[in-house]
């Protein structure tokens, strides 16, 4: 499996992105896939995950009512909508593969990840 992250940028405080997460190889439409974040000097944090159904999402607290998660299982992709964007979502975020149907927010259950794709807000 190789999942592509992209869509990232820079965008000012209050703006909006839209990433996809690509994925080849091995289908990913049967597992579960999530998102996650890292910012300098900090560790890798959840984000959001989407089971393989797209019928059960989760979010982190930090991002909830303004992230959305989705997926097209046609085209093999995931998306994160962010709205509302703030400084403090500055990260390099990645998307993963779980091992799971309905994933969680532990990245131990993510068996393959994506090389990232850098979001910056600046305010």
């Known amino acids: 499996v190789q999942l592509q992250a992209s869509g990232g940028g820079l965008v000012q405080a209050g703006g909006s992105l839209r990433l996809s997460c690509a994925a080849s190889?091995?289908?990913?439409?049967?597992?579960?896939v999530g998102w996650f974040r890292q910012a300098p000097g900090k560790e890798r944090e959840f984000v959001a995950s989407?089971?393989?159904?797209?019928?059960?999402?989760y979010y982190a607290d930090s991002v909830k009512g303004r992230f959305t998660i989705s997926r097209d299982n046609a085209k093999n992709t995931v998306y994160l909508q962010m709205n509302s964007l703030k400084p403090e979502d500055t990260a390099v975020y990645y998307c993963?593969?779980?091992?799971?149907?309905?994933?969680?927010?532990?990245?131990?259950?993510?068996?393959?990840w994506g090389q990232g794709t850098q979001v910056t807000v600046s305010s």
């Open positions: 190889g091995r289908t990913v439409t049967t597992r579960g």
């Open positions: 993963a593969r779980s091992i799971r149907l309905v994933p969680g927010r532990d990245h131990e259950e993510y068996d393959y």
């Open positions: 989407i089971s393989w159904t797209g019928g059960t999402t």
